[in-house]
């Protein structure tokens, strides 16, 4: 074979992946469209809800009893939910801070009833606020083949 058409078929070759990998990168990061959305799109809040009190920044209960209260607002309010624990911490001029923090992650509602649980959170747990983050995603309940 030809040297000239053997470079030529490999720089070819390499534009090629280089626009393949832009398209990949572009698509996946590309926001959901309406049509998407309404199809089989999702929104999923995270919320990280703080166990201190807001006042005295103590704990409000221990982390097993917080846990279990945080899960009965979250049956009342919807019909799953998952928990994970985590540990949280800020600096307020000189002093370090921390407490035992829940994050909850829900899929399947609406903005409306992750603000009612979050009232009921706010007055349980005596807390300024609860963080909420909004993720389109999509959404599949896998049930096999």
């Given at each position: 074979m030809d040297r000239k058409l053997v470079t030529a078929a490999l720089v070819?070759?390499?534009?090629?992946?280089?626009?393949?990998?832009?398209?990949?990168?572009t698509a996946k990061n590309k926001p959901l469209s309406e049509q998407e959305l309404e199809e089989n799109g999702d929104i999923q809040y995270v919320l990280y809800l703080g166990t201190n009190d807001k006042d005295s920044n103590e704990p409000v209960y221990p982390p097993e009893e917080a846990k279990k209260k945080a899960e009965e607002i979250l049956l009342d309010h919807f019909g799953g939910f998952t928990i994970q624990e985590a540990h949280g911490g800020w600096k307020d001029g000189d002093k370090v801070y921390s407490e035992y923090t829940i994050v909850i992650y829900l899929?399947?509602?609406?903005?409306?009833?992750?603000?009612?649980?979050?009232?009921?959170?706010?007055?349980?747990?005596?807390?300024?606020?609860?963080?909420?983050?909004?993720?389109?995603?999509?959404?599949?309940?896998?049930?096999?083949?």
């Open positions: 070819i070759s390499i534009i090629t992946l280089i626009i393949s990998i832009a398209a990949l990168v899929s399947d509602t609406n903005i409306d009833e992750v603000h009612s649980a979050a009232e009921e959170m706010v007055d349980t747990f005596h807390q300024s606020s609860v963080l909420i983050q909004s993720n389109e995603t999509t959404t599949e309940f896998y049930g096999g083949e």
